[in-house]
């Protein structure tokens, strides 16, 4: 197990960079800076690698499921039942595109199909690290959802403005 002082410097790696992304107005920025943060410390070669006490995930996971489930109100309730059938064609549209995706990848670039299966999954991060985990492939999944996340967080807002601001910001529901 790593050294105390050891998880102590990837928490305060991890804080400086969400902190720093809090400054750049990106949605989810102190997810994406910790994230940064936390991994340009392990990249470098010059901490041990973080072994985080037993549960400590576990905790942390059941905490971010319990903020974003807070979320989902009788408002969110009442928005699903306008939204089923695009939450529906959304969420098979997204898994068929990863299947694709991932075994496009797989074959053109011969990487390891459950790798790129799972990198192309339609999931979060930490969820389908810990699926690639099982596999014994959590390292390789979480580096190509921490591309995909971070990509996804610098590029998306630019795009919903330029898309809103030649739509006058209508929507239709």
Known sequence: MAAP?????????GTAGGLLALRTGIPAAPLAGALLGAAVASMSGRLEVAQWPTGTRTLLEIGIGTVIGTGLT?????????????AILITVALVATGLVVGLWSSRLLGV???ITLLG??????????????????????????AVRLITVLLVLPV?????LGSTGGSSSG
């Open 74 to 86: 009788s408002a969110a309730l009442a928005e699903l039942r306008v939204l089923w059938r695009p």
């Open 159 to 163: 795009i919903v403005r330029l898309v």
């Open 120 to 145: 192309a999954a339609p999931g979060g991060i930490s969820g389908m690290s810990l699926v690639g985990a099982q596999f014994g492939v959590g390292a390789a999944v979480a580096a190509l959802h």
């Open 112 to 114: 390891d199909p459950v």
């Open 5 to 13: 002082a050891t998880l102590v410097l990837y928490l305060l790696c």
